[in-house]
């Protein structure tokens, strides 16, 4: 199962922290969202998020 940051909320698919924040992944977390294109994307704006990348909705 994939693991999601509980700071940013960017999603996993190994490892056991967060390489930007350095906090422990969790795996309860729900909904995933792709931010493909950050400075355009609204969801991406709303969430804070300056990376592309999977994040999940609620971490
Ligand atoms: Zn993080």
């Given at each position: 199962?994939?693991?999601?940051?509980?700071?940013?909320?960017?999603i996993?698919?190994?490892?056991?922290?967060?390489?930007?924040?350095?906090?422990?992944?969790?795996?309860?977390?729900?909904?995933k969202?792709a931010?493909?294109?950050?400075?355009?994307?609204?969801?991406?704006?709303?969430?804070?998020?300056?990376?592309?990348g999977i994040y999940?909705?609620?971490?």
């Open positions: 199962m994939d693991l999601a940051c509980p700071k940013c909320g960017r996993y698919t190994e490892g056991e922290k967060c390489p930007n924040c350095g906090v422990a992944l969790t795996r309860d977390w729900s909904g969202v931010v493909i294109d950050p400075e355009k994307s609204k969801i991406g704006k709303e969430m804070g998020i300056n990376l592309k999940a909705l609620k971490v």
